[in-house]
């Protein structure tokens, strides 16, 4: 089971901010992370990256979400594919 403990509003998305998060929250948590150390995310990589970093000396597991990752999938044939490909009854059936 997992449980969200807490959400954060930034000023933006680089590596170095989501870096300063990671590191306040493992400082909230006095570098305990728990039993479950996964982690999920949309695919943005700046967050990843931090994450690894920020929680390095933990065997940590980076989920991606399978919501953004079917969402960009999709986005990538529509954009990419054939128009005929794309409207195939089969082809869409087989992207969800």
């Known amino acids: 089971m997992s449980i969200p403990v807490g959400a954060v509003f930034l ?3 680089t590596e170095a901010t989501y ?9 909230f948590l006095d570098n305990d992370i728990g039993v479950n ?6 695919q943005e990589n ?11 000396q933990f065997e940590i597991e ?3 979400c399978y919501f953004h990752y079917q969402k960009n999938l999709k986005e990538y044939a529509r954009n ?11 082809f869409r059936k087989w992207l969800r």
């Open 19 to 27: 870096t300063q998060m990671f590191q306040k929250s493992l400082q």
């Open 37 to 42: 150390k996964r982690f999920r995310f949309d």
């Open 80 to 90: 990419e594919c054939s128009v005929q490909l794309y409207r195939d009854g089969n």
């Open 11 to 13: 000023k933006n998305k």
């Open 62 to 64: 980076i989920l991606n």
């Open 46 to 56: 700046a967050a990843i990256n931090a994450a690894r970093h920020v929680f390095r």
